[in-house]
T-cell receptor, first 116, second 114 residues
Framework: GAVVSQHPSWVICKSGTSVKIECRSL??????MFWYRQFPKQSLMLMAT?????????EQGVEKDKFLINHASLTLSTLTVTSAHPEDSSFYIC????????????FGPGTRLTVL | AQSVTQLDSHVSVSEGTPVLLRCNYS??????LFWYVQHPNKGLQLLLK??????LVKGINGFEAEFKKSETSFHLTKPSAHMSDAAEYFC????????????FGKGTRLSVIA
């Protein structure tokens, strides 16, 4: 149990286009999901906390108009990178807590975004 | 505030020899501590966790870690390294409520030499 999936696993896009990444909890409901960004050979950096039915909470320094988060259902959160540029190229990972009161998070397999 | 320090950015061991990945933490509360493993271009997999029960925690794939409050440490060990253990390892701390974001260490890359 407690499986988190991401789609796509990798994406290549042109500069200026927008890219949507999906994060799904496959066998549980997640009122809260988390989006992380990871640069090569670095640790994970929390970008935002996605809350079902309400606005996401962004970490300091993360542009909310650049990284749009929508948590429309209890099993799906999406991250849209708008007007992507090469500096947005990174590995994006989502996670969810299960059960909701747990301190443990289950991570998706990640999405590799390359912006040309 | 909480913080995690992974003392080694890279550890290299020979196959069949013991593994020690060091982690020190700082927390105002009684923390929960986790070790996650990440293989290249993959997500994170939980190896083990400490949540105020037994201080010696056994995880998957033969790994274990001991919570030492007096030393504020949570080092990860394995008696005998396998080639498949080569990966990035993250030590992570959470506050007791789980309502604040996880705090990640910078990671330790484990290389296993045949």
């Amino acid at each position: 149990g407690a499986v988190v999936s991401q789609h796509p696993s990798w994406v290549i896009c042109k500069s200026g286009t927008s890219v949507k990444i999906e994060c799904r909890s496959l066998d549980f409901q997640a009122t809260t999901m988390f989006w992380y960004r990871q640069f090569p050979k670095q640790s994970l950096m929390l970008m935002a906390t996605s809350n079902e039915g309400s606005k996401a909470t962004y970490e300091q320094g993360v542009e909310k108009d650049k990284f749009l988060i929508n948590h429309a259902s209890l099993t799906l959160s999406t991250l849209t990178v708008t007007s992507a540029h090469p500096e947005d190229s990174s590995f994006y990972i989502c996670s969810a807590k299960f059960p909701q009161t747990s301190r443990e998070q289950f991570f998706g397999p990640g999405t590799r975004l390359t912006v040309l | 505030a909480q913080s995690v320090t992974q003392l080694d950015s890279h550890v290299s061991v020979s196959e069949g020899t013991p593994v020690l990945l060091r982690c020190n933490y700082s927390s105002s509360y009684s923390p929960s501590l986790f070790w996650y493993v990440q293989h290249p271009n993959k997500g994170l997999q939980l190896l083990l966790k400490y949540t105020s029960a037994a201080t010696l925690v056994k995880g998957i794939n033969g790994f274990e870690a001991e919570f030492k409050k007096s030393e504020t440490s949570f080092h990860l060990t394995k008696p005998s390294a396998h080639m498949s253990d080569a990966a990035e390892y993250f030590c992570v701390v959470s506050d007791p409520s789980g309502n604040t974001p996880l705090v990640f260490g910078k990671g330790t890359r484990l290389s296993v030499i045949a």
